[in-house]
């Protein structure tokens, strides 16, 4: 059967999407020179003071993980969400589960993990909050996030035993993932993951607003205004909520 054209819709909604994605990339020069912090790709813990907290919080955070885990079925994959994922989200081999997205608290996700819910809330400036699950065998293939205004991080919460084979580089440094640990990292740089081990990994997944100066900071406000506004962030959290009307009984 001949495919079917694109509507004006989508093709507008492509091309906001491109265009948009290309101006944040441009200034990241800009918030280079405003940055408070590192801009380095892999960034110090030492730089953040809630970093201890939230490690102190992983066995109460793994639990709640472990519950939803028994239902995974009721995760939903990335790109299910977040349509501008499918280059790197494919079939069901990375899903997540959504409590904060682009600084929206999802009630219904957070009342099934009440405790996560409530150690993110004390980080300043949390703008995500998620659990990101990569299946064994799975490679997420080299991305960048559109902008430097927010730095992410990762609290492993299930590392696989082979630690050495599930890895993430950031441009050109390699980390690992530790249990009960924050990994901190720049994804405007280039990114790629791979879990090359039989066991999931999975992760607390953080996008907190980078300390700016004054200039930054108001520069910063106008940017996150504009995203709000834009079908990158307007289609993810419409189609949570979709997911959330759905039966999903399991994770109860």
């Not at 694109?6 to 994605?21: A, D, E, H, N």
């Not at 608290?105 to 980080?123: F, G, K, W």
Request: glycine share 4%.
């Amino acid at each position: 059967m001949p495919k079917s054209k694109p509507t004006s819709r989508s093709l507008l909604r492509r091309s906001l999407i491109k265009i948009g994605k290309h101006l944040l990339r441009w200034n990241g020069r800009f918030q280079t020179r405003h940055s408070l912090i590192s801009t380095t790709p892999h960034i110090s813990n030492k730089e953040f003071d809630w970093t201890a907290r939230l490690e102190n919080a992983w066995p109460e955070i793994r639990a709640e993980l472990d519950h939803l885990l028994e239902h995974p079925e009721d995760i939903p994959s990335f790109h299910q969400i977040s349509p501008d994922q499918k280059r790197i989200s494919k079939g069901d081999n990375w899903k997540t589960f959504g409590m904060y997205v682009f600084g929206k608290r999802i009630e219904q996700n957070c009342r099934l993990c009440p405790r996560t819910a409530e150690v993110i809330s004390t980080i300043p400036g949390m703008y995500t909050a998620m659990f990101s699950i990569l299946k064994p065998h799975y490679h997420i293939v080299p991305h960048k996030g559109p902008t430097r205004a927010v730095v992410r991080a990762h609290l492993g919460i299930k590392v696989p035993k082979n630690w050495q084979n599930v890895w993430i580089r950031v441009h050109d440094q390699v980390l690992h993932w530790q249990e009960g640990k924050v990994l901190l990292f720049d994804d405007s740089y280039e990114h790629e993951v791979l879990n090359d081990t039989d066991e999931m990994r999975a992760v607390l997944f953080l996008d907190v607003i980078r300390p700016m100066d004054r200039i930054g900071t108001l520069f910063n406000r106008v940017l996150f205004a504009l995203m709000k506004a834009s079908p990158y962030v307007k289609q993810p959290i419409k189609n949570l909520s979709a997911w959330n009307r759905k039966d999903h009984s399991g994770l109860t």
